[in-house]
T-cell receptor
Framework: DVKVTQSSRYLVKRTGEKVFLECVQD?????MFWYRQDPGLGLRLIYF???????EKGDIPEGYSVSREKKERFSLILESASTNQTSMYLC??????????????FGQGTRLTVV | SQQGEEDPQALSIQEGENATMNCSYK?????LQWYRQNSGRGLVHLIL?????REKHSGRLRVTLDTSKKSSSLLITASRAADTASYFC???????????FGQGTTLQVKP
């Protein structure tokens, strides 16, 4: 079974802290994604990576950065956490080639609270 | 925007009834995917339909795709209380691996 593992299920951080959310997948997927989910707003794409060291901004990249040094690991970084970044964060991965099964597999989510 | 827009936003039905959710999108696609999310969890892939397919079945799920209208529908037949969840569509363009989701449809199935 494909596994996408997020490092924490729940996280509480203080305003101004630098926060790292880690995501690891074991299916050799090229694509990896970070989303945040807030009530009434659905899932919003923060960043997308289609290869090691490659990244594209999603719809809401402000206040976030990402790192992909290895194919299996995609990190989301909150440079200086703020209370409006309190949210559920979801990581996902998929194959790049649309000719193969391209469904995305999701981690269990990290509920981040910034106080 | 390449995201899908689901309709209705919320749906409440009795167990045993059918549930229909719709998705509209704006760009040309390679495929369209439907996902389910139980409360507070990650999304789980349900079914994928390719742009050259018009209908696809998987168990109690039936998905249709009309590329001329840029729309898709997900039908859940003989619904169960365990189908209570949020459902999202994700149209996937051919030129990018990005998956962008809409707000989803929240389905409540009453026992």
């Amino acid at each position: 079974d494909v596994k996408v593992t997020q490092s924490s299920r729940y996280l509480v951080k203080r305003t101004g802290e630098k926060v790292f959310l880690e995501c690891v997948q074991d299916m050799d997927h090229e694509n990896m994604f970070w989303y945040r989910q807030d009530p009434g707003l659905g899932l919003r794409l923060i960043y997308f990576s289609y290869d090691v060291k490659m990244k594209e901004k999603g719809d809401i990249p402000e206040g976030y950065s990402v790192s992909r040094e290895k194919k299996e690991r995609f990190s989301l970084i909150l440079e200086s956490a703020s209370t409006n970044q309190t949210s559920m964060y979801l990581c996902a991965s998929s194959f790049l080639n649309p000719g193969v099964n391209t469904e995305a597999f999701f981690g269990q989510g990290t509920r981040l609270t910034v106080v | 925007s390449q995201q899908g827009e689901e309709d209705p936003q919320a749906l409440s039905i009795q167990e045993g009834e059918n549930a229909t959710m719709n998705c509209s999108y704006k760009t040309s696609i390679n495929n369209l995917q439907w996902y389910r999310q139980n409360s507070g969890r990650g999304l789980v892939h349900l079914i994928l339909i390719r742009s050259n397919e018009r209908e696809k079945h998987s168990g109690r799920l039936r998905v249709t795709l009309d590329t001329s209208k840029k729309s898709s529908s997900l039908l859940i037949t003989a619904s169960r209380a365990a189908d209570t969840a949020s459902y999202f569509c994700a149209p996937r363009p051919g030129n990018t691996g990005k998956l962008i989701f809409g707000q989803g449809t929240t389905l409540q199935v009453k026992p």
